[in-house]
């Protein structure tokens, strides 16, 4: 494909900007758009061109969305005790197809990374607190990611919501299921042992 230029060497180096996207991932996929048949190259154009222009953020709870208010914040079935602290609305995503959360959600759209520039101003932070105070919620559960950084976001926004009547906690980790401790690696186990709960 080196040998390739205009629309082809251009379509191939847009698809090679993806992430997990390599070069030869790039000319295989621009390859088979050139295959398959207009309509459905030009259904995937327009698909991407309606997600640019009709998704935003939600203004509850920052997940994505078509409307102002997402369908999750707008689903009165919910249970509005309980809120889903998350970093990104795929997190999002992966908690509610479990099908178990039947609370809301606040997404950050990232996490506390200071190594990175990326401070608590820059997130959802401020937000969330004001959803608590004037909220009815009784839990707030800390979903973020178990890295440093997710770890010390959830500190750092469970120390700002200490003054509220809530109770903060946040998602079991360790062995899972139907594992076998020989196979667990440090960090799990590590996890496990802290997180232990009584019998």
């Known amino acids: 494909m080196s040998d390739q230029t205009g629309a082809v060497a251009e379509l191939v180096e847009q698809l090679g900007r993806l992430p997990g996207i390599g070069r030869k991932s790039a000319e295989r996929l621009a390859f088979h758009l050139l295959r398959v048949s207009e309509s459905e190259a030009l259904a995937l154009a327009e698909a991407i061109r309606r ?3 009709d998704v935003r953020y939600c203004e509850t709870c920052f997940n994505l969305s078509e409307a102002d208010t997402c369908a999750l914040c707008s689903d009165t079935s919910r249970d509005t005790t309980k809120l889903c602290v998350v970093e990104q609305p795929r997190d999002l995503m992966s ?3 479990s099908g178990v959360f039947k609370g809301l959600y606040h997404v950050l ?3 506390v990374a200071p190594l990175e520039g990326i401070g608590p101003d820059q997130l959802t932070i ?3 607190v004001d959803r608590v105070r004037t909220g009815n919620f009784t839990e707030i559960i800390m979903a973020t990611n178990p ?3 997710g770890d010390g976001t959830s500190l750092y926004i469970s120390n700002l919501l200490s003054e509220f009547p809530v109770e903060i906690t946040r998602l079991a980790r360790g062995i899972t299921a139907g594992s076998v401790l020989e196979y667990a690696n440090r ?3 590590a996890d496990a ?3 232990r709960q009584k019998l």
Request: proline share 0%; no cysteine.
């Open 51 to 53: 997600v640019r222009q």
């Open 109 to 111: 759209l990232g996490r």
């Open 193 to 195: 042992l802290t997180g």
């Open 187 to 189: 960090e799990m186990i």
């Open 147 to 149: 890295t440093v950084e």
């Open 126 to 128: 401020e937000a969330l």
């Open 95 to 97: 908690l509610e197809q």
